[in-house]
């Protein structure tokens, strides 16, 4: 079945340790992007890739780093968790930059104590 | 800065109609989307306006007036599984979806 999915579902990370979050699409869309969803704000972009080879910044990129080696995967890295990254976070696919919708991953709920 | 504001949560009654309304104020304009967030679940898309005037697709229907920076979601014939959280989004002149917190809506019997 098409989609995205994410890993871990869900994870509690003591602070100042290192955490991936894994995103696969198999829709062989171009972009991809990171989210954040937090209670009583709007979802805010992490980071994005436009096509496989680059990365831009979102909205809040500190603490956070991207790589997009291929179409399919774009992992999220914690380099070192602090209790302010505890989170909802959704990994989403476009098939471009400007297509009208974004698909969105089931979602990695993160806890850092 | 850029600006998203849609009520925080709403209540209708199954069968009936509601309006959810949102308001923005964004570095350019380049379409708005509503999304429908299930609690604990991923949202999912629902309507693409970038001109003005209603979009009608079943039950739901979205409407733009670029000129006021405004949209309304409409829900017809409310069922329960229709309770969830409805996301407002703007794509910005970078190309960047701008969300809204979202409107709780619950559905009574």
């Known amino acids: 079945i098409a989609g995205i999915t994410q890993a871990p579902t869900s994870q509690i990370l003591a602070a100042g340790r290192r955490m991936t979050l894994r995103c696969t699409q198999d829709?062989?869309?171009?972009?991809m992007y990171w989210y954040r969803q937090d209670l009583g704000l709007g979802l805010r972009l992490i980071h994005y890739?436009?096509?496989?080879?680059?990365?831009g910044k979102g909205e809040v990129p500190d603490g956070y780093s991207v790589s997009r080696a291929n179409t399919d995967d774009f992992p999220l890295t914690l380099a070192s968790a602090v209790p302010s990254q505890t989170s909802v976070y959704f990994c989403?696919?476009?098939?471009?930059?400007?297509?009208?919708?974004?698909?969105f991953g089931p979602g990695t709920r993160l806890t850092v104590l | 800065g850029q600006n998203i504001d849609q009520p925080t949560e709403m209540t209708a009654t199954e069968g009936a109609i509601v309006q959810i309304n949102c308001t923005y104020q964004?570095?350019?304009?380049?379409?708005l989307f509503w999304y429908q967030q299930h609690a604990g679940e991923a949202p999912t898309f629902l309507s693409y306006?970038?001109l003005d005037g209603l979009e009608e697709k079943g039950r739901f229907s979205s409407f733009l007036s670029r000129s006021k920076g405004y949209s309304y979601l409409l829900l017809k014939e409310l069922q329960m599984k229709d309770s969830a959280s409805y996301l407002c989004a703007v794509r910005d002149s970078n190309y960047q979806l701008i969300w809204g917190a979202g409107t709780k809506l619950i559905i009574k019997p």
């Open positions: 964004t570095s350019g304009f380049n379409g």
């Open positions: 989403a696919s476009s098939e471009g930059r400007g297509s009208d919708t974004q698909y």
């Open positions: 890739s436009n096509t496989a080879g680059t990365t």
């Open positions: 306006n970038v």
């Open positions: 829709m062989r869309h171009n972009a």
